[in-house]
């Protein structure tokens, strides 16, 4: 198919077989070896797995809302640059989590008018602004609720390194990603709670995770 022609390259050294297109970036040393230089593609390395930017950004730039989309890792989260108009970030995230593994889909997502430009009309990267997570929180600092509202604030406040989690806090915008989320459903049974972890997922806000998670257990 396309992607293995792609990858795959007729080799011009032997005049047979094939080449592999690691997308890596290296230089010839004096001594014969190879010195990796960086990747020459949008392929990065998070926690441990290789995601691809282009594609992140081909499946959030097809959201109805969405006019042009960029992704880059900043602070070992993922976040998404877009323009069109101002969605909620619950859509856009949900819109991911149809097409990408939740590895793939941003932590932050930042709404701009237009995305910046270097003087020869290509993407400045650079100029892309810091996100502000603080203010990410829209609402208001509200108490958790509950037994279940308030362990699950201890645990995320002691995985996430934050100071303190509302019962609107979500999980994802705190920092969140899924190797926290399998150590989170293990701390919680430890507790003698049972999680799951896509729920946290799709339900990423304390009050919304710990009610579905109220419920689960009803369940059992």
Do not use: C
């Not at 390395?45 to 499946?59: C, D, N, T, V």
């Not at 889909?105 to 701009?112: A, D, E, K, S, T």
């Not at 049974?189 to 799709?202: C, D, Y």
Request: charged content about 25%; overall charge negative; glycine content about 6%.
């Amino acid at each position: 198919d396309d992607l293995t022609a792609e990858r795959f390259l007729a080799d011009p050294f032997s005049g047979s077989g094939r080449l592999y297109k690691t997308g890596d970036l290296v230089r010839y040393l004096a001594d014969g070896n190879l010195e990796y230089v960086r990747r020459n593609d949008d392929q990065v390395k998070l926690r441990g797995l290789r995601i691809e930017l282009g594609e992140i950004e081909a499946h959030l730039a097809a959201h109805v809302a969405v006019q042009e989309a960029v992704v880059l890792v900043r602070d070992e989260r993922l976040v998404a640059y877009y323009t069109g108009v101002a969605a909620e970030v619950e859509a856009l995230r949900a819109h991911l989590l149809a097409q990408l593994p939740d590895y793939m889909v941003p932590q932050l997502f930042v709404h701009l008018e237009a995305l910046p430009l270097s003087p020869n009309g290509k993407l400045d990267r650079k100029a892309l602004p810091a996100p502000d997570v603080g203010a990410l929180r829209t609402h208001a600092y509200e108490a958790p609720q509950g037994e279940i509202e308030t362990t699950m604030a201890r645990l995320w406040t002691e995985l996430l390194s934050v100071e303190r989690v509302g019962r609107h806090d979500n999980f994802l915008e705190l920092g969140g990603h899924s190797l926290l989320a399998v150590s989170l459903i293990g701390r919680l049974r430890q507790e003698g709670i049972e999680a799951n972890v896509k729920a946290l997922f799709e339900h990423s806000t304390l009050w919304e995770y710990a009610a579905i998670t109220e419920r689960m257990e009803m369940v059992l």
